[in-house]
Structures are given as structure tokens and as C-alpha cells.
């Protein structure tokens, strides 16, 4: 047997997210459930990744005492949970950024603009149970600062929300995207939302929200300004 044969048999037998994690690790790359790893998942592991989870669910799923052979709703469960958990929900962790565009601020454009709502679904990185709510989203431009299409907010927002997340720390990552793309003078992030970890257990409380907002630049420091984007989104 070869060198180059041996390896190649024990990469098949590691688990493919032993793999992901050993690559992670020797770059000192954090892995929290927020985190985007894609950068460090190779072409056709994320099948791979997709047909451990099954695996591993489906050991959940004894450990439950659910028949999984003979009951009918539940034999396939296992499979459907992992391509819901890789290549839906937390889609945000294991994909790369979309696609942005920027194009030129040709009229030098340097006032207030608001986006939203734009409907915001995640997952509780506490219990994996889902967070259904809306943002806004107010930029204020600089005169030179890169503009962005309206249906790209929503992309940016949705790759953030893929993933297991505190509410909290979503609206700050958003916040941190968005500046990264389009420098601008400020950068405002509001979002409501539904938490089913509050609702569906613990104290079960259906009518509970939570609200939250980051402010940067210019909406920290300028209260009009910050008094007209909350008045602005207050009426959508």
C-alpha cells in the first residue's frame, strides 16, 4: 500500500466533521454555533457532513425510544433533519456569503435610508428552537460610500440569521457586515422577535418578544438623527 493510498483510506474513515474540526483548530479559527466555516469545508463534504448529522440523529432518536424501524412518521426522520439543519436553517454556517454587488454613490447621496422589516427566522444556539421575528436596518451614507441593491439587505440578513444564534449577538454581526460593505457614516439595526424557547417550554409565555437594536457611528452619537430612524420604523 502507498503512502498517498493510506492517506486517502484514513480520510475516509475520520468523520468528516473531525476533519472540518482538526482544520479549524490548527488555523486557531473559533467555531461557535454563530460562525461561518465554510472557508475550511472542502468540495463534496458538506454532503458528507449532511449524511453524518443523519447518523448521528438517528442515534437521538433510539437514545428517545422511537421506533424508527416500524413507525412510519418517524423512519426518515433523521435524514430530513439534517438536510433541514445543513442546507436550510443553518445554511448561514456552512455556505459562504452571497454575492454583493456594490455600485457607486454617483449623486453623492448623504441622508437616511430605511430598510425593512425584513422577516428574520433563526435558531436559538440554546435549545435549537426557532426565532421568528422582523429588522430594519437604517444607513447613512457617506457621499462616497458604496450603495447596495434593497433585495441584497435581505440576503446579508438571512446569511447572519442561518445559524444557531442569541438575538443579541445576531443584530451586532449584521451590523458588523454591513459596515464592512458599504463604509458608511452610520449603521442602525432593529429587530423584534418571537422566541419559541420562551413559548413552547420553561415559562411558556406566548405573548413574550424581545427588541433589541445596535447604533453605530453617526446613530450613536446624533440623537435626531437616531430619533428618526425608531419614529420611521415605528410607522411600517
Known sequence: MTLSTATEMVGKITPVSERVRRRLQAAGQRYFANDNISEFINEGELQELQAEVADRLGEVMQALVIDVEHDHNSKDTAQRVARMFVKEVFAGRYQAAPPV????????????????????????????????????????????????????????????????????????????????????????VVMEADHLCMQWRGVKDGGAKMVNSVMRGEFLSDRSLRSEFLSLINKS
Open 101 to 188: 454587488t456594490a455600485f457607486p454613490n454617483a449623486s453623492q447621496l448623504d441622508e437616511l435610508m430605511v430598510i425593512g422589516p425584513l422577516e428574520v427566522r433563526s435558531a436559538c444556539s440554546h435549545h435549537l428552537v426557532p426565532i421568528m421575528g422582523k429588522a430594519w436596518i437604517g444607513v447613512l451614507p457617506d457621499s462616497h460610500s458604496p450603495l447596495i441593491g434593497l433585495s441584497k439587505y435581505a440576503r446579508l440578513a438571512n446569511w447572519i440569521m442561518s445559524r444557531p444564534q442569541i438575538q443579541e449577538e445576531a443584530i451586532s454581526d449584521l451590523a458588523d457586515l454591513l459596515e464592512e460593505k458599504m463604509n458608511p457614516r452610520g449603521i442602525a
